[in-house]
């Protein structure tokens, strides 16, 4: 068998499996996601009033008293960077990790002063991806008390908010319950813009 046919031979191969893999695969597979999960294939986009106000599975900064903060993020150049999804590798020695902590513990009693229960861990630190949309209910319900007076709202109505937007473990048995923060400060705008005798 000669050279060329062994090249030309190589080549066909070659294209037929960019063709195989490279095109056909990923629309065959785009078709399905598109038809069977669109929510999800399209980036679990949450749409308010035709407009795209975050994703359920990225987080995103709330730095008002008003609403209920999320982890904090490690990603650059920016706080939840989409396109950069990475936590910050410091080790638990590293003055910087104790810095951005210490910060973050700060902003959390400048916020709620009469507030004296431990502060979650995950309110003061990030997590692997830096795009953590969850809290624990704990972290959640540390946060009543300030988002309630800031929104001039009962603690107990705001708690229960929380309970309603606690996800259980997946299967029952995978995972630690938590609280996706986008989902429940919208779910909260929409309590406050709601009429009084409807709360």
Do not use: C, K
């Amino acid at each position: 068998m000669s050279m060329r046919s062994l090249i030309r031979g190589a080549l066909v191969v070659f294209t037929l499996l960019t063709l195989i893999t490279g095109v056909l695969y990923p629309l065959a597979m785009t078709g399905v996601a598109q038809a069977l999960f669109p929510q999800q294939a399209n980036g679990s986009q949450l749409v308010v009033d035709g407009q795209v106000v975050g994703s359920t599975l990225i987080g995103q900064p709330f730095a008002d008293p008003a609403y209920f903060w999320g982890r904090l993020s490690a990603t650059a150049p920016f706080a939840y960077n989409s396109a950069a999804a990475s936590g910050s590798n410091l080790g638990a020695l590293n003055p910087a990790r104790s810095a951005a902590a210490a910060a973050r513990v700060a902003a959390l009693q400048s916020a709620d002063p009469a507030n004296s229960a431990p502060i979650p861990i995950d309110l003061v630190t990030a997590s692997g991806s830096g795009l953590d949309p969850h809290i624990s209910p704990a972290a959640a319900l540390y946060q009543v008390e300030r988002v309630a007076r800031a929104r001039g709202l009962s603690p107990e109505l705001v708690r229960q908010l929380v309970e309603q937007h606690t996800e259980g473990r997946q299967l029952g048995i995978l995972g630690e319950p938590r609280v996706n923060v986008l989902l429940l400060n919208r779910a909260l705008d929409a309590l406050t813009a709601a009429p009084a005798a409807e709360r």
